[in-house]
C-alpha cells in the first residue's frame, strides 16, 4: 500500500501544472517500464474516455495503472482543437521512486556510450535503430530518420541537437537540444537517462547498447 499512497500524493501535486506528467514515482518498479493509454477526445476538446492498450504496456500493477487513468481524464483540450473527435496513443514512464532527486546512483560511464549501437526499451520505440558515433546520432525506423549533432559534456551527459528530420510536421524540432544525463548504469550494461528538450519536455527512459 506504501507505493500506491505515494503515487497519489504525486498525481495531486501534478495536477496545479498545465502539461500534463509523463512520468510517476513508485516503488515497485526495478528501474523503469511504461505505460500506453489510448486517449478519445470528444467534439468540444473533452476527454471522452481513457483505456489502458497493453501491448505498449510493460507495467503490471493495474491499481497504479487505473489512478494514473484517473489522473489522465482531468485533462480537456480546448474547443476546435485539433484533437478534437480523435483518438490518439499517449506514454507514460514508470520510475522507481530512487531517482526522483535525479541524482546519479552509478555513473559508470566507462563502458563508452559515446559510439556504438542502441535500442530503447520503451515498446513504442523498439523499432528505432540508434547508431552513435562521437559527434553524430542517427535514429532510423523503416519510415523515418532522425540525425543529431552529439556534444558530450561528460561521460554521463550529453546534449542532442536537431540535424534533420525527415517528417514534416517535426521539421520546427531542427536546431532544438535535448539535454541527457545518465543517472545510473545497470548491471546488464543498460543506462537510465534523464532528458530535457528545450525546457519543456521531461523523459526518463532505459537504453540498450548492442
Aim: charged share 25%; aromatic share 14%.
Amino acid at each position: 500500500m506504501r507505493n500506491i499512497i505515494f503515487l497519489i500524493v504525486v498525481l495531486q501535486s501534478m495536477l496545479t501544472f498545465s502539461q500534463i506528467q509523463q512520468y510517476f514515482f513508485v516503488e515497485d518498479v526495478d528501474a523503469v517500464e511504461y505505460l500506453n493509454l489510448k486517449i478519445c477526445i470528444g467534439e468540444n476538446g473533452e476527454t471522452v474516455s481513457v483505456t489502458e492498450t497493453p501491448e505498449g504496456t510493460t507495467y503490471k500493477n493495474k491499481v497504479v495503472i487505473q489512478q494514473i487513468i484517473e489522473y489522465r481524464k482531468e485533462f480537456d483540450f480546448l474547443e476546435g482543437s485539433k484533437f478534437s473527435n480523435t483518438c490518439f496513443d499517449q506514454s507514460f514512464s514508470i520510475v522507481n521512486s530512487k531517482y526522483q532527486s535525479l541524482e546519479p546512483i552509478n555513473t559508470d560511464c566507462i563502458a563508452d556510450f559515446e559510439k556504438g549501437r542502441y535500442s530503447y526499451i520503451d515498446p513504442d520505440y523498439q523499432d528505432v535503430k540508434i547508431k552513435r558515433r562521437k559527434r553524430r546520432q542517427i535514429e532510423k525506423t523503416k519510415d523515418s530518420k532522425s540525425v543529431y549533432k552529439i556534444d558530450w559534456i561528460s561521460p554521463c551527459n550529453y546534449v542532442l541537437t536537431y540535424l534533420k528530420i525527415e517528417e514534416p510536421e517535426y521539421q520546427y524540432l531542427i536546431g532544438q537540444k535535448i539535454d541527457v544525463n545518465i543517472i545510473d548504469v545497470l548491471e546488464n550494461g543498460n543506462y537510465i537517462y534523464f532528458s530535457n528538450l528545450s525546457d519543456r519536455t521531461y523523459v526518463f527512459g532505459e537504453i540498450k547498447k548492442l
